[in-house]
């Protein structure tokens, strides 16, 4: 059998195909003949050669990679808008480079070396709240163009997210005209959503003439929304239940957390007869549809967030934002009611 051909000058060699010719098919195969590209794809096939993509990219002038880190990918939100990005790369011609910080500090500082060890054209980044490395995310932005995806930590860097002073007071609004006013369980202070969905929840009580009762989540600093959402949930309803009959959580994951305690304790949640307690959320989760009730929360433009930071991004690997001085953009998303079946 013939030696397996491992590298580009080994196949042009077998091919009889110069280098440089074989270098621009894979680069545009529309850049050679009709004649040389149908040469170069049936040598391909009859040495079954497959170049290594990934290292021809880091080796170009100008490298075709995006590096994309958010805090964790087991996270439906943030899982749903790496797709639309990895997506949106391809497209452009771009290979995404996608890490995870798993919500540690000292991992998302080895993901923010790791990009900056690579040869990338620009991240997306989003970051930590409190325990973000925000010297190290600013050294990377020194070095190639940075966009913060859903919070921010720096304001020296672009930002994309959700405009959460409007969708909270949207979904609060709803639940005040519905029904009764709602309490609210905050999520723990991981970034910067988390204090502005909580004052954007007192402000809108307070323009509605409304109580406000913000229930705390226990651990500041933890990501496991669900465990919280329940375990909040089956304290408050073993002691006697909420402060009101309403409660709207910080995010769908904790309050999917909070409709499975209801109904381990036989808590009816709904708005048909015999219902006891109303649920809404923030975000529509993946799985908010499929809840039992399913989940009446505020939609993030998934697609927008994906859309609005590449774009974003692009510009400023383009020179055409950013590298005037000017203040850095920020593009803040609305979200959309969606009313269901557990408030």
């Not at 010719?21 to 003949?33: A, E, I, K, M, Q």
């Not at 290292?55 to 808008?81: H, T």
């Not at 549809?289 to 505020?298: D, E, N, Q």
């Amino acid at each position: 059998m013939a030696a397996k051909i491992r590298n580009m000058e080994e196949f042009s060699a077998a091919s009889g195909i110069s280098r440089p010719t074989v270098s621009r098919y894979f680069n545009d195969p529309d850049s050679v003949r009709k004649s040389t590209r149908e040469k170069i794809e049936a040598a391909l096939k009859k040495f079954d050669y497959h170049p290594n993509m990934f290292a021809m990219n880091l080796n170009r002038r100008n490298p075709r990679n995006i590096g994309v880190i958010v805090p964790r990918l087991v996270d439906p939100f943030y899982a749903e808008v790496v797709r639309r990005i990895e997506l949106g790369c391809a497209e452009a011609g771009y290979w995404a480079i996608v890490l995870s910080s798993h919500g540690e500090s000292d991992l998302e500082a080895n993901a923010l070396d790791t990009l900056r060890s690579l040869r990338i054209s620009g991240a997306i980044v989003a970051p930590l709240g409190t325990g973000a490395n925000v010297a190290r995310i600013e050294q990377l932005n020194d070095e190639v163009p940075v966009v913060f995806l859903d919070s921010r930590v720096s304001d020296r860097i672009p930002f994309v997210g959700n405009d959460n002073r409007r969708s909270i007071s949207l979904i609060v609004d709803y639940l005040c005209r519905s029904g009764e006013p709602p309490c609210f369980l905050e999520m723990p202070r991981v970034n910067q959503n988390a204090g502005e969905r909580t004052e954007a929840y007192l402000e809108t009580m307070a323009r509605l003439g409304a109580e406000p009762h913000v229930i705390a989540p226990g651990d500041p600093d933890a990501w496991g929304f669900e465990e919280i959402g329940h375990d909040v949930a089956t304290r408050m309803l073993r002691g006697g239940g909420f402060p009101t009959r309403t409660v709207l959580c910080a995010n769908d994951r904790m309050a999917i957390g909070m409709l499975a305690a209801a109904y381990a304790l036989g808590t009816r949640v709904g708005i048909g007869p015999g219902s006891e307690l109303r649920v809404a959320g923030h975000d529509d989760h993946p799985l908010s549809r499929f809840t039992c009730p399913a989940l009446t929360t505020v939609a993030q433009d998934y697609q927008g967030l994906a859309a609005r930071s590449l774009a974003m991004l692009f510009d400023r690997m383009e020179g055409r934002r950013g590298s005037d001085g000017a203040e850095p953009e920020h593009g803040l998303l609305e979200a959309r009611l969606m009313m269901r079946a557990s408030a």
